[in-house]
């Protein structure tokens, strides 16, 4: 049994694996893209990713069919600051040394006649 939140759970060593390789992820900074359909348990191993990291935000973002990519990068900017680097300028998390940014319902955007969206590509 695996604790998450006050919740217990009994886990399949794939499910084991996914949490292992999340946590990871996460503590090195690395970005990773978690795909799946509602209620298949993204929410929980992105709790179980970040726990434990004192210097992470969460964010949410909610996507709509009127989703822009312009409306995600506000959100990014609302929560970063743009800053110098070598080669060139990068967004920092301004509350925290890592943020994560959780894009919800992104297949509510609508697509074009080409049925293809710019948000999500």
Known sequence: HHNIKGKSFSLASSAIDALYYAREWVARGDPFLLVGP????????????????RGLELSTFHCDKFTQPSDLLKHIKRKCVLDSAFGGQVYRPRA????????????????DEYGTCSTVS
Do not use: N, P
């Open 38 to 53: 509602q209620g298949c348990g993204k929410e929980t191993v992105i709790d179980y990713a970040c726990s434990g990291d």
């Open 96 to 111: 925290s040394s890592k943020l994560i940014i959780v894009v919800k319902d992104v297949d509510l955007i609508k697509t």
